[in-house]
T-cell receptor, first 111, second 114 residues
């Protein structure tokens, strides 16, 4: 079993839809959770960062962590064509440990 | 704007050639990483460094080598390129400190070996 599982999609939604992206993990020691966005032919860029369980909101994006279920989510409200990208979840035990990435979910928002 | 720079962005080279992919960061990060990513596929860690004169192999076996002589510079070298080395190579860096757990990635080098 991989430490981090992420459905690769692809996911296609109409503009304005609410998008839900998810990852599950098996290592209960993970404490820090991140979402990266990667446009085609670019490097990933950090989108959201959360520590511990709960929700964090930043504009149209909400990151949610449920450590009891080992499940994290990224919600995108009022999705735009410019949100079309691959979204990767990542997590780590702490600052002296490497990030473990999910495979990424390819999202297309259709105008 | 990215503070981590990779050159070249694109490289097409013949089999057997020696190549060096450059990666430099201006953030003073002590940790640096090289990932390999094929189109539509996941990131694979091939090398990392936690500081000057420190280098380690990553999770994916690679014929490439790296060096870390200066904090800001982490070049990757292939002594003899082969078509199987065709891929996108991403460099990243991170700091050590409270709250600094994210990586900053470069834009990548897309390597094609013919």
């Amino acid at each position: 079993q991989k430490e981090v599982e992420q459905d690769p999609g692809p996911l296609s939604v109409p503009e304005g839809a609410i998008v839900s992206l998810n990852c599950t993990y098996s290592n209960s020691a993970f404490q820090y959770f991140m979402w990266y966005r990667q446009y085609s032919r670019k490097g990933p860029e950090l989108l959201m960062y959360t520590y511990s369980s709960g929700n964090k909101e930043d504009g149209r994006f909400t990151a949610q962590v449920d450590k009891s279920s080992k499940y994290i989510s990224l919600f995108i409200r009022d999705s735009q064509p410019s949100d079309s990208a691959t979204y990767l979840c990542a997590m780590t035990v702490g600052s002296n440990y490497k990030l473990t990435f999910g495979k990424g979910t390819l999202l297309t928002v259709n105008p | 704007e990215a503070d981590i720079y990779q050159t070249p962005r694109y490289l097409v080279i013949g089999t057997g050639k020696k190549i060096t992919l450059e990666c430099s960061q201006t953030m003073g990060h002590d940790k640096m990483y090289w990932y390999q990513q094929d189109p539509g596929m996941e990131l694979h860690l091939i090398h990392y460094s936690y500081g000057v004169n420190s280098t380690e192999k990553g999770d994916l076996s690679s014929e490439s080598t790296v060096s870390r002589i200066r904090t800001e510079h982490f070049p990757l070298t292939l002594e003899s390129a082969r078509p199987s080395h065709t891929s996108q190579y991403l460099c990243a860096s991170s700091a050590t400190g409270a709250g600094d757990y994210g990586y900053t990635f470069g834009s990548g080098t897309r390597l094609t070996v013919v």
